[in-house]
């Protein structure tokens, strides 16, 4: 971050001001004076020092939780009907976090809550094309001819969908698990595909997301995303957008 910029949101001075008082040498970075404009520094690492007082950033820490969603919680902060929230599942974490994209009340598995809404828009929109997989017991056997016309895109009533990855996993004489791939995130996107073959899904759950997937997680468990987790999943999105 710049330095200008960490001094204007600790709310020392404007960002205009901030600058000034670089320029001006009023400002140590770990001890040294600065002067130089452009000069970058990383909250919580560096120490940035002003008229002999270390000055603290007031952005708040970014986190990023992958959670295991039970099915029977909602993917909102809070609910009107009073159901649980996924936040009830995240006890012990402080940070005020939401959602990153939604799973049904009654879908189960892959989900990222996180503070940071740069990252959450990356992750979202449909331009960055991130890649998220489920597993859905149907009703029904599939048969090969329904699985291509999956995969090819279908008709919904908000349009086509765009190509994806469809699998039969296992059927028994009733029912048929699929993993589908998809990168769009429309509403209730993986049961309306299902529905418009004639398969109904039974039951569903996120098993990945880009590289991201349920491993070492129990339902209801969640760690935190390392950093560098969290810069493959950028570096994903900002890949996939350039093509
Ligand atoms: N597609 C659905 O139909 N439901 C979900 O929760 C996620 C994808």
Known sequence: ??????????????RRHAEQMIKNGEIKVNGQ?????????????????????????T?????????NKPAGFICSV??????PTVLDLLKDIKERIYPVGRLDFDTSGLLILSNDGEFTNLMIHPRYKIKKKYEAWVRGRVSQPE??????????????????????I??????????????????????????????????????????LSLQGLEEGGYRLLKEQEVQQLKDCAGSISED
Do not use: W
């Open 147 to 168: 699985l291509s016309s999956m995969s090819r895109g279908l008709m919904l009533e908000d349009g086509m969908t765009a190509p994806a990855q469809v699998r039969l």
């Open 59 to 67: 952005r708040p820490r970014m986190i990023y939780v992958l959670l």
């Open 33 to 57: 004076l600065v002067t130089e404009m452009g000069t970058q520094v990383e909250p919580g690492k560096d120490v940035i020092e002003y008229q002999g007082r270390i000055v603290g950033s």
């Open 1 to 14: 971050m710049r330095l200008a910029k960490y001094l204007a949101q600790a709310g020392i001075a404007s």
């Open 170 to 211: 296992a059927q028994d004489e009733k029912n048929s698990l699929l993993e589908i791939t998809i990168h769009e995130g429309r509403k209730r996107q993986i049961k309306r595909m299902c529905a418009s073959i004639g398969h109904p899904v039974l039951n569903l759950k996120r098993t990945g997301l880009a590289f």
């Open 78 to 83: 809070d609910d009107p009907q009073g159901r």
